[in-house]
């Protein structure tokens, strides 16, 4: 059973950090994502790595500020999240994709989901 699986989300106030994990299990991904979505907003990109972890993008929203890496030993994805705003307040979700060849940007080209992590930064 393909599985991905979020942690480490809360309420932090502005400036604070959070680190947000998602293990994989029972299938290996070749790209891995970490998409949010706020209430009454579509979902947006946030980041996403390949396999290597050589080829990383980042929304331009939160550049300089999150960090995507991932520990392929332990199948786990990190979304490491720097002086967090009120507007990065969303449920966070994980995605993997099993294409070899890129990295998707967008949530209708990867193959699973995460059940999503609340993230809350207060002001």
């Known amino acids: 059973q393909v599985q991905l699986v979020e942690s480490g989300g809360g309420l932090v106030q502005a400036g604070g950090s959070l680190r947000l994990a998602c293990a994989a299990s029972g299938r290996t991904f070749y790209a891995m994502g970490w998409f949010r979505q706020a209430p009454g907003k579509e979902r947006e990109f946030v980041a996403a790595i ?12 939160v550049k300089g500020r999150f960090t995507i890496s991932r520990d392929n030993t332990k199948s786990t994805v990190y979304l490491y999240m720097n002086s967090l705003k009120p ?3 969303a449920v966070y979700y994980c995605a993997g994709s099993f294409s070899s060849t890129r990295v998707p940007l967008t949530y209708n080209e990867y193959d699973y989901w995460g059940q999503g992590t609340q993230v809350t930064v207060s002001s």
């Open 50 to 61: 390949s396999w290597s972890g050589g080829t990383i993008y980042s929304a331009d929203s």
């Open 87 to 89: 507007e990065d307040t």
